[in-house]
Nanobody, 124 residues
Framework: QVQLVESGGGLAQPGGSLRLSCAAS????????MSWFRQAPGKGLEWVCG????????GYVDSVKGRFTISRDNSKNTLYLQMNSLKPEDTALYYC?????????????????WGQGTQVTVSS
């Protein structure tokens, strides 16, 4: 049974930082690409960033480039998202998702398993 459990969300001030984690179990973590998605209030699901199964390649939506960093530790079956220089528009529920290939994709339909999400709120 695949499980993805996000943690690390919370309240941050503009310009602040948060680090999200996603603990994976029930599958061979190192065989699949992973991504972070987010959903802001009243908006659809948005792909934020993705990482190849071995961490050799990453990709980001333009709005977070240079501020967010995705990484993974395959020995710990854990995915991370380091978020710096946070902005109010980063406020959303953040989800990690397991891809179906070794490479990441920005399409929601390419992801089979999802966590329950962790809330990130950026406000002064």
């Amino acid at each position: 049974q695949v499980q993805l459990v996000e943690s690390g969300g919370g309240l941050a001030q503009p310009g602040g930082s948060l680090r999200l984690s996603c603990a994976a179990s029930g599958f061979t973590f190192g065989r699949f690409a992973m991504s972070w998605f987010r959903q802001a209030p009243g908006k659809g699901l948005e792909w934020v960033c993705g990482i190849y199964k071995d961490g050799s390649d990453t990709g980001y939506v333009d709005s977070v480039k240079g501020r967010f960093t995705i990484s993974r530790d395959n020995s710990k079956n854990t995915l991370y998202l380091q978020m710096n220089s946070l902005k109010p528009e980063d406020t959303a529920l953040y989800y990690c998702a397991r891809g179906t290939h070794y490479y990441y994709d920005f399409l929601v339909d390419e992801y089979e398993d999802w966590g329950q999400g962790t809330q990130v709120t950026v406000s002064s």
